[in-house]
């Protein structure tokens, strides 16, 4: 069952995508393909197409159904434009409890505020609904305003993990970051739970 998590301060709201996202989810690629290629790896071409971002979409969804890795669209609540991605992957149960968070916002989109909101509606999900212990994040050193997104969560730089993922052609060293469970007990939740409809289905208004 999917759950949609809001702000409505913010206005924005994250949920997981769906096949009838390919498109959008495209062209949120294709939008900021040039601006976020030094933080990103080199895809092959094909990856930019509309039956790749569904296939994508699919094989993420029956991920989810495993508990395996869960992937969310960032929407604009008023006009339900998607400008990012997130997901939480590599998860591991048993005595671990842990996960890693990647994300992506449209170049047109960032430094605004977004991101950092769109984090913590995750970070809540992985907590208190997937009973997640530890989420963990690596991050190119001189990505800084990704490292403002996690160090404005909460998360603790914990030391570098040397040419840990091939970015751009190049093996990259990372700052590894983590969030613990515990971390966030004392903060308070603005977040509101909807039923799983479509928000962009005219039938559920």
Same mark, same amino acid.
């Given at each position: 069952?999917?759950?949609?998590?809001?702000?409505?301060?913010? +206005?924005?709201?994250?949920?997981?995508?769906?096949? $009838?996202?390919?498109?959008?989810?495209?062209?949120?690629?294709?939008?900021?393909?040039?601006? @976020?290629? =030094?933080?990103?790896?080199?895809?092959?071409?094909?990856?930019?197409?509309?039956?790749?971002?569904?296939?994508?979409?699919?094989?993420?969804? #029956?991920?989810?159904?495993? $508990?395996?890795?869960?992937?969310? %669209?960032?929407?604009?609540? *008023? @006009? =339900?434009?998607?400008?990012?991605?997130? /997901?939480?992957?590599?998860?591991?149960? %048993?005595?671990? #409890?842990?996960?890693?968070?990647?994300?992506?916002? /449209?170049?047109?989109?960032? %430094?605004? +505020?977004?991101?950092?909101?769109?984090? *913590?509606?995750?970070? *809540?999900?992985?907590?208190?609904?997937? +009973?997640?212990?530890?989420? #963990?994040?690596?991050?190119?050193?001189?990505?800084?305003?990704?490292?403002?997104?996690? *160090?404005?969560?909460?998360?603790?730089?914990?030391?570098?993990?040397? =040419?840990?993922? &091939?970015?751009? %052609? #190049?093996?990259? $060293?990372? =700052?590894?970051?983590?969030?613990?469970?515990?971390?966030?007990?004392? &903060?308070?939740?603005?977040? /509101?739970?909807?039923?799983?409809?479509?928000? /962009? $289905?005219? &039938?559920? @208004?």
């Amino acid at each position: 069952m999917s759950i949609e998590l809001y702000n409505a301060r913010k +206005g924005i709201h994250i949920r997981q995508l769906q096949p $009838d996202d390919a498109k959008s989810l495209l062209e949120l690629r294709l939008q900021s393909r040039e601006a @976020n290629q =030094q933080y990103e790896p080199q895809y092959p071409k094909d990856f930019f197409t509309l039956a790749s971002q569904l296939d994508l979409i699919y094989r993420r969804r #029956q991920e989810a159904a495993e $508990d395996r890795a869960y992937l969310f %669209g960032i929407f604009i609540t *008023e @006009n =339900q434009e998607l400008i990012g991605t997130l /997901s939480l992957s590599h998860i591991v149960r %048993g005595v671990g #409890q842990f996960a890693e968070i990647g994300y992506s916002m /449209s170049h047109l989109q960032q %430094g605004k +505020g977004y991101m950092t909101v769109a984090v *913590e509606l995750v970070l *809540e999900y992985a907590f208190r609904s997937l +009973g997640l212990h530890r989420i #963990q994040a690596g991050i190119i050193p001189h990505n800084i305003a990704s490292r403002r997104v996690v *160090e404005k969560c909460g998360f603790q730089a914990e030391g570098i993990a040397r =040419q840990l993922v &091939k970015i751009n %052609g #190049q093996w990259e $060293d990372h =700052q590894i970051y983590a969030i613990l469970a515990s971390d966030l007990e004392e &903060k308070s939740s603005s977040i /509101s739970y909807e039923a799983p409809v479509s928000l /962009s $289905d005219p &039938k559920s @208004n």
